[in-house]
Each structure stands twice: as structure tokens, then as C-alpha cells.
């Protein structure tokens, strides 16, 4: 009898392990850290290149408009993991569940609106949801939009996003940054590609970098 329930109980804890590998192996890698295949770049002529060690390179070019890279895939409801370092005088973010409109601009392939995670240097506003492109500037609140230095400049940054339902949560560094349910952004933009943007730059301005590394995504 001792045997026959040491034997259940291997079996057991066997099937929990399993079910924890499972869990673990649902996130998937959207950059192969190779080269920008399942890739898309739409909008600007900023220029992305893979680096070693596994990095996308963003560099800007005066004259153009706002650049991003974006994955072929759309994500609804997520958790998103990437790092990222940018240069001070350089303004980036990250677009989730974004989409291209051809009514607002480019010819190939429509401006891209959405959700946009911002990345910039503290003390500043890194972490916090602006509305690319959508009309309605910042989608956090004027209240909660508050100067932080959780950012750390010249640095990599480790930032963490959950989008479930209308809720978009972001974290810098383990910091909560942002918490926003906005139900008007969600009916609009249910879900769509992540885009990694190079912001454009005015004129004798840069040129600027930004790099992304260890991207990880998740359905939930």
C-alpha cells in the first residue's frame, strides 16, 4: 500500500511539473534575434537592423516622420516583455494592439494608431499609454500623468505590459507605472501588431538610437 501511494505521488507532483513547464513555454519570441523576419517596418524611413547578441538597432533620419517596426502578427489580450535602451534626446515607444488607417497618411501601408507605451528619459514620462495617432493625445489620465525617474538613462530598462480586456498595466524596472482601463481605446483597437517605434526628429537634429532586446509575448 505504502508503495502503490509513493508511486501516486511521484505521479502527482510529475503532473504538476509538467503543467509548470507548460505555462512557462507559452510565451514565444516574435524577434528570432537573427534578422527582422515576421517583421514589417511601416511609416518613416528610420533605419532597424539587427546587432549581435540578440538586438534591434533603431536609428533615426532627419526628415522623416515617425518610424515603427512591426510585428506581422496581431495580439488581443497579452503580457509583453522586452528591454530597451534609448538615447536622452530621443523620444520612443512601443505600440500594442496597433493598426494602420489609410486615410491618415501613408500610401503603402496606412498610419499607425493605437495604444503606444512610452519610452523616454527621466525625469520624464516613460511607462505611461498615449494615443498614437488616435485624436485623443495621452490616454492616461492628465492626473495620474506625473513626472517619474524610473527610467534609467543610458541604461538598459526592463519594461513588463498586460493588456487584458480594456486594462493596460505597464511596469519599469518592477515599478508599476501604469494601471488604465479605458473601455473607448478597447472597442477601437481590440487587438493588432507591436510596433517598435523611432520617433522622428526635426531638422540638425540626432542622429539617435534606440535598442530592443529579449522581446517575449504571451497570450492570456
Known sequence: MRKMMTTALLAALTLSFVGVAS???SWTEPFNGKDLTGWTQKNGTATY???DGGVIRGKT???SPNSFLCTDKDYGDFELEFDVKCDD???SGVQIRSQTAEAKGDAKYGRVNGPQVEIEKSTGEA???YGEATGRGWLTPQERLKPHDHFKN???NHYRVIAKGPRIQTFINGEAIEDLTDAEIYKTHPKGFIGLQVHGIGKGQGPYE???KNIKIKSL
Open 89 to 91: 534626446g530621443l523620444n
Open 127 to 129: 511607462g505611461y499609454v
Open 154 to 156: 543610458g541604461e538598459w
Open 23 to 25: 505555462a512557462a513555454d
Open 49 to 51: 537592423v539587427v546587432e
Open 210 to 212: 534606440v535598442r530592443w
Open 61 to 63: 533620419k532627419e526628415g
